[in-house]
């Protein structure tokens, strides 16, 4: 069936430094979104990726899909403390549902 | 309401006994998704609905899973006679046909 990877499975960086997670779909995606969860908390939608080769910005946070709609990326600068937690990547299927991946957890040290 | 309210948060049944948890999707939201969270990080998709027919099914086990979103109800998922394995956060999520899910809390049920 359909799966998504996403590498890596822990991050941990220095308070300013940057960070990268990636994901990658054994299938050709409609869309991918990306959501983040803090400990002990629920997702929280940031972003939906629609078009091929998409980048779209929030703040520090730089969001790609890739040309062949199947791989995206997902780019922290200078991370901050509030950065703390796992974001997970997720593919839509043909029938809606999400596909998703095993997250990145972060951790900043300050 | 702006968010997606589950109850209880928590729940704590014994091994066989039956288990439902509760979901209140968005006002104006079509769809309703319940996904099963192990593991911290692992997300298993259990239905889906589209008002309140039944969308997506093929993440169910069949046998002990049920669930339904009737009108003028909040939505529910039921486990019958449940087991360790069970043991799990439960999370409900709604959207419109634009995408983007807004999650509810959970439900985090614990199987002794």
């Known amino acids: 069936g359909q799966q998504v990877m996403q590498i890596p499975q822990y991050q941990h960086v220095q308070e300013g430094e940057d960070f990268t997670t990636y994901c990658n779909s054994s299938t050709t995606l409609s869309n991918i979104q990306w959501y983040k969860q803090r400990p002990g908390g629920h997702p929280v939608f940031l972003i939906q990726l629609v078009k091929s080769g998409e980048v779209k910005k929030q703040k520090r946070l730089t969001f790609q899909f890739g040309e062949a709609k199947k791989n995206s990326s997902l780019h922290i600068t200078a991370t901050q403390t509030t950065d703390v937690g796992t974001y997970f990547c997720?593919?839509?299927?043909?029938?809606?549902?999400?596909?998703f991946g095993q997250g990145t957890t972060l951790q900043v040290k300050p | 309401g702006e968010e997606v309210a589950q109850t209880p948060k928590h729940l704590v049944r014994g091994e066989g006994q039956k288990a439902k948890l509760y979901c209140a999707p968005i006002?104006?939201?079509?769809?309703v998704f319940w996904y099963q969270q192990v593991l911290k990080n692992e997300f298993k998709f259990l239905i889906s609905?589209?008002?309140?027919?039944?969308?997506?099914e093929t993440g169910m086990p069949k046998e002990r899973f049920s669930a339904k979103c009737l009108p003028n109800s909040p939505c529910s998922l039921e486990i019958q006679a449940t087991k360790l394995e069970d043991s799990a956060v439960y999370f409900c999520?709604?959207?419109?046909?634009?995408?983007?899910?807004?999650f509810g809390s959970g439900t985090r049920l614990t199987v002794v």
């Open positions: 997720a593919g839509a299927s043909n029938t809606g549902k999400l596909i």
């Open positions: 006002k104006g939201h079509s769809y």
């Open positions: 609905f589209q008002n309140e027919n039944v969308f997506d």
């Open positions: 999520a709604s959207s419109n046909s634009r995408g983007g899910y807004t």
